[in-house]
């Protein structure tokens, strides 16, 4: 592997690449509160319908996906249009290179250039750590500038365990009385990043 991953736009081609760095999230950890790995179709599918309004983009590494990351609806009420949900996952092997804050600055610029105000992360959290669970998603989102705004206790059951979540927000600008028309991700994505 080199020093020199690429972030692009993910494609529904991808699902399959995607669905491998996705499936021990799913399978080994409480990261996510999926039970099943979704299907090549699935993914693929979700990578399309999140296109339509916010970036999703993957990150290569020597033509391999190392990584990936999205947007998404919060809550999912127009009132809530200037906010955003954000999601990433590295393949395991790539941890502790730095690359998970590359591709979550991109994340963040991509979604600011498109008139995005507010970026939310919803993280499971461990009472405790445990071999499914720690607090480290919590820890890398205080290093990129979240703050923990709410936990919701033992709201998600995964491994005979129950899990809390937190929400972790951070602003990416100011809220202006009349702020702009949201741009789409294609508006807002410059191949020179």
């Known amino acids: 592997m080199t020093n020199e991953a690429i ?8 699902a399959e690449a995607l669905v491998e760095i996705y ?16 299907s090549v179709e699935e993914f693929a599918g979700r990578i399309r319908e999140t296109k339509k309004k916010y970036p999703y983009i993957v990150m290569e590494d020597d033509g391999e996906i190392i990584g990936y990351a999205y947007g998404g609806s919060f809550v999912g009420r127009e009132a809530y249009e200037y906010s955003a949900e954000a999601s990433i996952y590295m393949r395991k092997d790539q941890r502790g290179r730095g690359l998970g804050r590359k591709l ?7 979604l600011k250039d498109m008139g995005i105000i507010n970026m939310n992360v919803c993280i499971g959290y461990p009472d405790a750590d445990d071999e499914y669970l720690t607090d480290n998603s919590e820890e890398f989102h205080k290093h990129m500038g979240f703050s923990l705004v709410g936990e ?7 491994f005979g365990r129950w ?6 927000e951070k602003m990416l600008g100011p809220h202006p009385d009349e702020p702009e028309a949201l741009k789409s991700p294609e508006e807002v994505y410059r191949k020179d990043r």
Request: hydrophobic content about 35%; proline content about 9%.
């Open 23 to 38: 499936r021990p999230y799913v399978l080994e950890t409480a990261i996510t509160f999926e039970y099943e790995v979704p």
């Open 152 to 158: 919701f206790h033992k709201c998600g059951r995964k």
């Open 7 to 14: 972030i692009r736009p993910a494609v529904p081609e991808d």
């Open 163 to 168: 899990y809390n979540m937190i929400w972790m």
């Open 104 to 110: 979550s600055e991109e994340l963040e610029r991509e």
